[in-house]
């Protein structure tokens, strides 16, 4: 509800800060989540993979594809977060409500998947080529990643996993703002600021975590999309090609 009054540069800068704030957080564990989507066998605990991590390359091996996933979170939760609340207020007019409803949380929030996976597609590429363990050695940093992705697949390689992408984003955002609605519906009416904050971070955190139950299938196949060489490159055929074919393999 807070958002309600807010201009769109303010959702844009909120939504930009959110997202640096969370990347630098979650860093390492995304890049255990990146190898254990691209491995194929069983995978260790996420203990022993922060562990081998370290082992393979020190501290900072954690930290290996930050660059390109700070580039690209920036337009990804400014847009995500800004389109969602002006497709909110669209909605909102348009079923000529007094206020949001879940289901209109849950449609605002799937509609701004698209522009969200739009804007950071190319940055997830450069991001998983860097931590796919099979690419060790190919790229010395996100610039030559960039460079030698530009020569030798062509411009129209950044946009690999586009559609698991739209999927992924659209399937968390709705899951995520409807059901967040939908918990501060049910939770006492907050009586001052910091009760205020502290339902908003339990329902963020309660919708997060549902949410991801639902767009992880998605997510690891988007990996899975962006780790491979084309054909034309790799001289193999891909076996990943469509995003429910990929999820019945």
């Known amino acids: 509800m807070a958002a309600q009054g807010k201009t769109t540069e303010q959702l844009f800068i909120a939504g930009a800060l959110g997202g640096i704030a969370e990347c630098i957080a979650v860093q390492p564990f995304d890049m255990v989540k990146t190898r254990f989507q691209l491995n194929a066998t069983k995978n260790a605990s996420v203990a022993t993979a922060l562990k081998e991590l370290i082992n393979e390359g020190g501290v900072l091996r954690m930290y290996r594809g930050i660059l390109p996933e700070l580039l690209g979170m920036v337009p990804k939760s400014a847009l995500m977060y800004m389109s969602q609340e002006l497709f909110k207020r669209e909605l909102v007019r348009y079923a000529n409500v007094p206020s949001p409803t879940v289901p209109i949380s849950f449609a605002a929030g799937w509609l701004s998947g698209y522009p969200e996976a739009f804007s950071v597609t190319p940055f997830q590429v450069l991001?998983?080529?860097?931590?796919?363990?099979?690419?060790?050695?190919?790229?010395?940093?996100?610039?030559?990643?960039?460079?030698?992705?530009?020569?030798?697949?062509?411009?129209?390689?950044?946009?690999?996993?586009?559609?698991?992408?739209?999927?992924?984003?659209?399937?968390?955002?709705?899951v995520y703002f409807g059901f967040m609605h939908f918990l501060k519906d049910i939770l006492p009416r907050p009586q001052g600021k910091t009760w205020d904050v502290a339902?908003?971070?339990?329902?963020?955190?309660?919708?997060?975590?549902?949410?991801?139950?639902?767009?992880?299938?998605?997510?690891v196949v988007k990996s899975r999309f962006q780790s491979k060489l084309p054909a034309s490159v790799s001289g193999v055929q891909p076996k990943y090609r469509y995003t429910f074919q990929t999820l019945w393999l």
Not at 149 to 172: D, H, Q, Y
Not at 199 to 219: K, R
């Open 127 to 174: 991001k998983v080529r860097l931590q796919a363990k099979e690419h060790l050695g190919r790229y010395k940093n996100t610039w030559d990643c960039f460079r030698q992705i530009l020569k030798t697949e062509g411009p129209s390689a950044l946009a690999t996993g586009l559609s698991p992408t739209c999927w992924r984003n659209c399937v968390w955002n709705g």
């Open 199 to 219: 339902q908003t971070l339990v329902a963020g955190e309660g919708g997060g975590i549902f949410a991801t139950a639902f767009n992880c299938p998605f997510d």
